[in-house]
Nanobody, 130 residues
Framework: QVQLVESGGASVQAGGSLRLSCVVS????????MGWFRQAPGQEREGVAA???????VIPESVNGRFNIFKDTAKNTLYLQMNNLKPEDTAMYYC????????????????????????WGQGTQVTVSS
């Protein structure tokens, strides 16, 4: 059974940094595409970073240059490095993982692929104060 457990969320001031972790069990991250999504109260879920099986990253312009995603396959862990945090980054952050041929997508389609996955973590809260 595939399980994902996020950690690293915290309350920080604007301009600060956080690194979120997502430990995967029951699967090998090398064979999965993975992503980070966030959802603030009353807002729709949005993808903030995704990485395909070939380690190609897809990061939206809204966080590009501030957020980075990377995998440590030896630790079977996915990370989200967030720098220069802003109050609008406040949300619950979730990681998700999916396997399959669609995981080679290198465009925004990757978010749809991963977003449709049955494998999600429980979330970790990030709060950024001004």
């Amino acid at each position: 059974q595939v399980q994902l457990v996020e950690s690293g969320g915290a309350s920080v001031q604007a301009g600060g940094s956080l690194r979120l972790s997502c430990v995967v069990s029951g699967a090998t991250t090398s064979f999965y595409c993975m992503g980070w999504f966030r959802q603030a109260p009353g807002q729709e879920r949005e993808g903030v970073a995704a990485i395909n099986i070939n380690d190609r990253k897809v990061i939206p312009e809204s966080v590009n240059g501030r957020f980075n995603i990377f995998k440590d396959t030896a630790k079977n862990t996915l990370y989200l490095q967030m720098n220069n945090l802003k109050p609008e980054d406040t949300a619950m952050y979730y990681c998700a993982a999916r396997s399959g041929s669609d995981c080679y997508a290198g465009s925004w389609l990757l978010y749809a692929v991963i977003g449709d996955s049955p494998y999600w973590g429980q979330g970790t809260q990030v709060t950024v104060s001004s």
